[in-house]
């Protein structure tokens, strides 16, 4: 991927007609390719529920016409008009809107779906920061695009703030084995390039699995016996829960390393694994949780 990614913003011609001015606008997105508009977008299509939220925090809210099921927050974010599901989009719909940017989590679309949104003739901006940093440079390069520079540049530089204050309170603590539980079946992880396993190095914590090829890979239970994570981390709706939560195979394993220790950790879905402005609400419980772990071992000494 190229640094591209480190968000630089291009104005690419400026146009001045009779009683207006038009600038395009060129910015490049996460896969490193550039996205050009002919003027700011003014009619978005968000395919993912936290594109939706970034778009709002990039003041280009009122500007979204159609989003995905689950694109609730904000609260505004609920009255826009459905286009089906991350994983199964209503094209006919998509169309209808006569969008002239969509807004996609690359992750989470398959390739044919970007390429029939491409044979639309609709500008597509692919989505997937691998940093918590890549939120920050998301926002102003969604706010580019929508034309809301000073609003996106004003979320994008609170939230870096944040980012820096929750490096600074959590560096140099020591080092907790995590195993990061994406889905309890078929069992999934991250790799190391996630950007939640990001959120994981900020607080201290070490993936045990961040070398494995696959953005989300599957593993078997026997790989995390053998890595005896001291904390498994999962989340749900309710970070509160301490059943039904995916986490019932490793109860049943007493001797883990994590069980015996109690650091099988449920943390809020939305959270932490939507990678928004409000994913650092989630990195500061994630961090808590693990310094939690961190009390424990010292105090069992």
């Known amino acids: 991927m190229r640094h591209a990614l480190s968000v630089v913003v291009r104005v690419a011609s400026l146009c001045v007609a009779a009683t207006s001015a038009c600038a395009s606008v060129q910015v490049i997105d996460d896969t490193g390719a550039a ?120 979320a994008a530089q609170t939230f870096a703030a944040r980012l820096a204050a929750l490096r600074e309170r959590y560096a140099g603590r020591r080092p907790v084995p995590v195993f990061w539980q994406i889905w309890a079946t078929p069992l999934l992880t991250i790799n190391g390039h996630h950007v939640i396993s990001d959120a994981v190095r900020l607080c201290g914590g070490v993936n045990v699995f961040a070398e494995l090829g696959p953005l989300v890979p599957a593993i078997t239970p026997e790989a995390v016996v053998a890595a005896d994570p001291e904390a498994i981390v999962t989340t749900g709706s309710d970070a509160t829960a301490t059943h039904d939560d995916g986490l019932a195979l490793w109860r049943a394993l007493p001797r883990l390393r994590a069980t015996a220790r109690g650091n099988l950790i449920v943390l809020d879905a939305d959270a932490i694994h939507r990678q928004s402005a409000r994913v650092l609400d989630g990195v500061d419980a994630l961090c808590a949780r693990l310094d939690g772990v961190r009390s424990r071992a010292a105090a069992s000494r």
């Open 35 to 154: 996205v050009v508009l002919a003027a700011p977008a003014r009619r978005i299509v968000s395919l993912a529920p936290h594109t939706t939220e970034l778009l709002f925090a990039a003041g280009a809210g009122g500007y979204v016409v159609g989003a995905v099921d689950y694109s609730d927050y904000p609260a505004a974010a609920k009255k826009i008009p459905r286009v089906g599901s991350s994983s199964l989009l209503d094209m006919e719909a998509i169309a209808a809107l006569k969008p002239d940017l969509v807004v996609v989590w690359r992750n989470g679309t398959s390739a044919a779906r970007i390429d029939a949104l491409r044979a639309l003739g609709i500008p597509v901006y692919l989505n997937e920061p691998r940093t918590l940093a890549g939120i920050a440079s998301t926002l102003e390069r969604l706010g580019e695009l929508a034309g809301t520079g000073p609003d996106a540049r004003a």
